[in-house]
T-cell receptor, first 114, second 112 residues
Framework: DGGITQSPKYLFRKEGQNVTLSCEQNLNHDAMYWYRQDPGQGLRLIYYSQIVNDFQKGDIAEGYSVSREKKESFPLTVTSAQKNPTAFYLC?????????????FGEGSRLTVL | QKEVEQNSGPLSVPEGAIASLNCTYSDRGSQSFFWYRQYSGKSPELIMSIYSNGDKEDGRFTAQLNKASQYVSLLIRDSQPSDSATYLCAGGSNTNAGKSTFGDGTTLTVKP
C-alpha cells in the first residue's frame, strides 16, 4: 500500500537535546512538507521541498532543520534552539504541477519535551 | 488578520441535519482551496478540493467557492455521528509551490 510513514509516533525529549523525526513516502510524490500543530490550532508550515537536494523555509523554520537526499525521505530535526517544541508534527506530500495543494499526511509524530 | 479564518466552533447538529462550515481568506492570490477532516488525535485527511467558483459535490459533501467574496464553505448533508471531527480549511496559491495556509479548524459534533 502506498502512503507516508512517520516515526516515531511518540517521542520524549529532554531540554537541550536534538531529535530527528523520520518521514518516508512511497507515493512517488515530488513535494514533501513538514507541518506543526498545536492544540486547538491549525497547521503551520515548517519546511517544504519540491525536489531532491532542495528545500525552503516555511513560516516557522527557526529551530528546525531538514534534508532531502532521496525523493522518498524528508527527515526533520528539532534542535535545542526550538524554544517550545512540544507539538504534533505532521509530514505530508503532494504531486507537483497538478493539484499541488492536495496534501497526503502521515500519521504524525507527537513530541513532548520533559 | 489571519490569512484563513474559519467560523468559530464548536458546531453541533443533530443526526440527519445539514452541517455548514465556513471559511474566509484574505490572499486574493489563492487559487485552490481544500477541506480536510481530522479526527481527534489523528492526522488530517483530504475530503474536498475546489479550484473554481461555484459548487462541487461529492456524495454528501458540497464545497462552495466564491472568489469575489473570498469565501469557501463545506456543506455536509445527512450528517452522521461519524462526521464528528475537526474540519480544516486550507488555501493554496499557484505561486507558492503548493504551500497551503490552514485555518484553525471548526469542530463538528453530530448528535444521534
Amino acid at each position: 500500500d502506498g502512503g507516508i510513514t512517520q516515526s516515531p509516533k511518540y517521542l520524549f525529549r529532554k531540554e537541550g537535546q536534538n531529535v530527528t523525526l523520520s518521514c518516508e513516502q512511497n507515493l512517488n510524490h515530488d513535494a514533501m512538507y513538514w507541518y506543526r500543530q498545536d492544540p486547538g490550532q491549525g497547521l503551520r508550515l515548517i519546511y517544504y521541498s519540491q525536489i531532491v537536494n532542495d528545500f525552503q523555509k516555511g513560516d516557522i523554520a527557526e529551530g528546525y532543520s531538514v534534508s532531502r537526499e532521496k525523493k522518498e525521505s524528508f527527515p526533520l530535526t528539532v534542535t535545542s534552539a526550538q524554544k517550545n517544541p512540544t507539538a504534533f508534527y505532521l509530514c505530508a506530500s503532494s504531486i507537483q504541477g497538478v493539484n499541488t495543494g492536495e496534501l497526503f499526511f502521515g500519521e504524525g509524530s507527537r513530541l513532548t519535551v520533559l | 488578520q489571519k490569512e484563513v479564518e474559519q467560523n468559530s466552533g464548536p458546531l453541533s447538529v443533530p443526526e440527519g441535519a445539514i452541517a455548514s462550515l465556513n471559511c474566509t481568506y484574505s490572499d486574493r492570490g489563492s487559487q485552490s482551496f481544500f477541506w480536510y477532516r481530522q479526527y481527534s488525535g489523528k492526522s488530517p485527511e483530504l475530503i474536498m478540493s475546489i479550484y473554481s467558483n461555484g459548487d462541487k459535490e461529492d456524495g454528501r459533501f458540497t464545497a462552495q467557492l466564491n472568489k469575489a467574496s473570498q469565501y469557501v464553505s463545506l456543506l455536509i448533508r445527512d450528517s452522521q455521528p461519524s462526521d464528528s471531527a475537526t474540519y480544516l480549511c486550507a488555501g493554496g496559491s499557484n505561486t507558492n509551490a503548493g504551500k497551503s495556509t490552514f485555518g484553525d479548524g471548526t469542530t463538528l459534533t453530530v448528535k444521534p
